[in-house]
């Protein structure tokens, strides 16, 4: 993947290493934007799930209870 920098707008390299995005030869800013979308999961996916209701130990607890409730 090729970026542009935000600041220049021109064309940026890979960085040294894959893992750190590419960077710009002008003014030397560091994308990470080509980074982590298939490759790990975002902080922010990761928060966004912690947020989830359906994510939280109560609320899964509850879902088992009542369903043995349904039962008795
Ligand atoms: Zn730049
Ligand atoms: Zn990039």
Redesign the pocket.
């Known amino acids: 993947?090729?970026?542009s920098c935000k600041e220049c707008g021109v064309y940026?390299v890979q960085a040294e290493a894959p893992h750190l995005?590419?960077v710009c030869p002008e003014c030397f800013y560091r994308?990470?934007?080509?980074?982590g979308t298939d490759t790990v999961v975002s902080r922010e996916s990761l928060a966004a799930l912690a947020f989830d209701p359906r994510f939280q130990p109560e609320n899964l607890a509850q879902s088992f209870l009542s369903e043995e409730d349904e039962d008795g």
């Open positions: 993947m090729r970026c940026m995005g590419c994308c990470t934007d080509c980074l």
